[in-house]
């Protein structure tokens, strides 16, 4: 299943939000990682637990490896371009 930007519509609003903060720029450091996972999930996406604090991620045919940030629930910067990179190469973007 391919979602584009187009189907993120049918998204809850809260999803739609966490979506638009991470193509956000500049870009934010305070996207909590459990809104993420939650926004990948209403995507489709397939997530397993990995070694330590690994995600696997499969999403329209790309995979990820993530690291659930900790002790604190925001996902840096770094964390964030490359989550708006995969969703990029998974072809979810949010509609402008």
């Known amino acids: 299943m ?3 930007y187009l189907d993120t519509m049918s998204l809850a609003s809260k999803h739609r939000k ?13 996207v909590k990682w459990s809104d993420i996972e ?14 330590g604090s690994r995600v696997r991620i499969y999403l329209n045919g790309v995979r990820a490896v993530f690291h659930r940030p ?3 629930p925001d996902t840096d910067k770094g964390a964030l371009k490359s989550m708006r990179r995969f969703l990029t190469e998974a072809a979810v973007e949010p509609k402008d």
């Open 70 to 72: 900790h002790p604190q």
């Open 18 to 30: 966490t979506l638009q903060a991470i193509f956000e720029d500049p870009v934010r450091s305070n």
């Open 2 to 4: 391919i979602v584009s």
């Open 38 to 51: 939650k926004l990948l999930r209403a995507l489709g996406a397939e997530l397993s637990e990995g070694r």
